[in-house]
């Protein structure tokens, strides 16, 4: 089955990492080699586990490029929404060594070499690149920080944020939202908020149970809906 880099998760239905309780685990050749994955499915090749048995792939490794020609559409795009009276917001969700650089164990050849730093400061310029084409950008990053949260913004071994991330993002977009003029003409709908108790693979987890033939106990999580 092919794996997929950016499946959608629903708004209000996510999982919140709670951290694994083992890491009594290596990752093996295979799960490292990208000969053994199908070309779609190679974004996902690991690089090795982390600290407290987080697993990395090669590719997150990698320090993302600036905004580029992106710019261009972008400013075009917020002018021609402003002018039909939108407030234009985006949200650049990060890498996760943006954020969870204390789970990178530089005893491990797959970290030699890995620039502390580089990936938060590359996130910073995109977005400051973002905010001057006119978009109103959340800082993720930020957020990560101020909430308390930090690597917990992300799954432990896996390449999607959780569901705490997910929440502290939408509590501040909504309350930008809220502060804006029109909100008051806005109709309301009061809803509640539902969890309860799963356990969440995580694609790097299944990709290492898979290929090296481990026991990787799933991340223990919480599913919220509304």
């Known amino acids: 089955m092919p794996l997929s880099p950016s499946a959608p998760a629903a708004l209000l239905l996510a999982l919140l990492l709670i951290p694994a309780t083992s890491s009594a685990f290596e990752v093996c ?6 000969a053994s994955f199908a070309p779609h499915d190679r974004w996902a090749v690991v690089a090795d586990q982390g600290r407290d048995g987080w697993i990395f792939a090669k590719g997150e490794l990698l320090v993302p490029g600036d905004l580029g020609p992106a710019a261009g559409p972008l400013g075009r795009l917020a002018v021609a929404l402003k002018a039909r009276g939108v407030t234009p917001f985006l949200v650049d969700v990060p890498g996760r060594l943006a954020v969870a650089e204390s789970k990178v164990d530089p005893k491990r050849d797959a970290f030699q070499g890995y620039r502390k730093g580089a990936i938060a400061a590359s996130y910073a310029r995109k977005i400051a690149a973002v905010a001057r084409t006119g978009w109103t950008t959340i800082d993720v990053v930020a957020l990560a920080t101020s909430s308390g949260l930090a690597e917990r913004m992300y799954m432990d071994r896996d390449h999607h944020w959780s569901t705490a991330g997910e929440l502290v993002v939408a509590q501040d977009l909504a309350a930008r939202i809220r502060a804006l003029p029109t909100w008051g003409s806005v109709p ?39």
């Open 188 to 226: 309301k709908k009061a809803f509640s908020l539902r969890e309860r108790d799963v356990a969440y693979s995580g694609t790097y987890r299944f990709i290492v149970v898979d290929k090296c033939k481990v026991e990787i106990p799933a991340s223990p999580s919480i599913a919220y809906k509304a």
């Open 29 to 34: 050749k295979e799960a490292k080699d990208p």
